[in-house]
């Protein structure tokens, strides 16, 4: 199975998700740009997330559109697998048989009571409802920011994207910085306000 990548636009991913009756979420780059108001077109595969409460129902969805799940196996080939085998992942891909290629990566979150739980500490809880904006310009919703970071932030800070969080962290209310501290450490955060980028 070909390892190739097609970059949807938010337009293209609509389409793709036209029909489907549930809430998934951007996440990832697009997320980030159109947070900050700068996005024009995808730099990298398109994300969108779910909880783990409607994963079967999402892949029933790109079951019954001719689309295929795959995974990346320990040698970093990519695998078709089952809906039902899903419990053991956090993430997935979705791809499209005619065009050869991965379009979508699924992120899949969990939840309880109504709440978004932090994969790396279920002790951080969110409503689920408010782990999202919505943007009225492409009607789309899409990971808050300060979720994002708290993904990408946890176990590694790379020098390269530290200007990217500056930018970032500058737009966020106090309540999202406050969440990002709790979680990723007032040191961490110091550290990348107070980098010369």
Known sequence: ????????????????????????????QCAIDLFLNEYTYTKELMSITVSREEVDLLTNYFLEHQYQLVVKTPLYELEEINASDLYNYTKFYVYDKKAQCRIIIVYIYETKDDKWQFRHDHNIEVEDYKIYFHSLETDVKYLRPEIQMMYKLYHELRQDDIYKYQRLIQHLSYYQFFMLRKVIGKDKLNQIILSET
Do not use: A, T, W
């Open 1 to 28: 199975m070909e390892r190739n990548e097609q970059y949807l636009s938010i337009d293209e991913l609509k389409q793709i998700m036209s029909d489907y009756p549930f809430q998934y979420i951007v996440c990832g």
